[in-house]
């Protein structure tokens, strides 16, 4: 596809890092205005919580991705810190633990700020979805479906080229814009605190370990090879973590009044 968007004179714009800039534009915004209208958080407090989300999702980011073939990378150091290769699951790990610190740092209610960035992570993931279609990374199976891209360009990651494969990064996109469209209705009716963001953190990974079937790009690692892969096993971790988590909530009396 188009990995390198467009340049202007000696400045290359690249297409994944542009839709995850934008991503993060329209996140950062949603999130200031719904922590003002509801904690009276400030600006300047959401401006530092998301650049230490950011630094948290790319540490996180890395190390996972560092682990999917440590042999290789520690030979070839210097390829885990280039601008490709990230673990959606590792960021979001690292952000977590980030996100509950500064929360509890800034006295800011914890459970209904997640619930807010569980919606901020659709956004910024589903528009870096689109950053990899364009990068031809994160890549389908090969198909004969009538929904099949064919990636033609050799700069791009996809492989093999010329050959029809499964857009996933686009089923994965609009998935997520799917359940964030979904997430804003529950955020208006939901029974208790929390609720938003552990249904994300469920049926996001239900989503993605059945999204893995169609993927192509075998380096993203496997547990049990061909058979269950990193993001897989880990989908299952937060499953089971989450649906605990939620039962418990329930049960702990966090209803909301109607």
Not at 8 to 31: E, W
């Amino acid at each position: 596809m188009y990995p390198i968007l467009f340049e202007v004179g000696p400045i290359v714009i690249y297409s994944y890092g542009f839709f995850i800039a934008v991503g993060a534009l329209v996140g950062l915004t949603y999130m200031a205005y719904q922590g003002k209208k509801q904690f009276q958080t400030t600006y300047d407090q959401s401006n530092a919580l998301f650049i230490y989300i950011v630094v948290a999702a790319y540490l996180g980011g890395k190390v996972f991705f560092f682990f999917e073939n440590p042999t290789y990378y520690i030979r070839h150091l210097s390829k885990v810190f280039s601008g490709n290769g990230f673990v959606f699951f590792g960021s979001l790990l690292f952000a977590i633990p980030t996100m509950l610190w500064f929360f509890r740092k800034h006295r800011i209610p914890v459970l209904p700020m997640l619930d807010i960035m569980g919606i901020v992570t659709c956004i910024v993931h589903g528009l870096g979805r689109i950053g990899c279609f364009l990068s031809g990374c994160c890549h389908g199976k090969p198909t004969d479906s009538f929904l099949n891209v064919v990636f033609t360009n050799p700069v791009c990651q996809a492989e093999p080229l010329n050959t029809p494969l499964h857009p996933t990064q686009l089923y994965e996109a609009g998935f997520l814009f799917s359940l964030m469209i979904f997430l804003l209705w529950l955020k208006a009716n939901k029974k208790f605190d929390g609720q938003v963001f552990l249904t994300y953190l469920i049926v996001y990974s239900v989503g993605r370990s059945l999204l893995e079937l169609l993927r192509g790009d075998e380096e993203r690692g496997y547990v049990i090879q061909n058979l269950v892969s990193h993001s897989q096993f880990i989908s299952l971790l937060v499953i089971c973590i989450s649906g605990f988590l939620y039962v418990k909530l329930r049960r702990k009396g966090k209803l909301l009044v109607p």
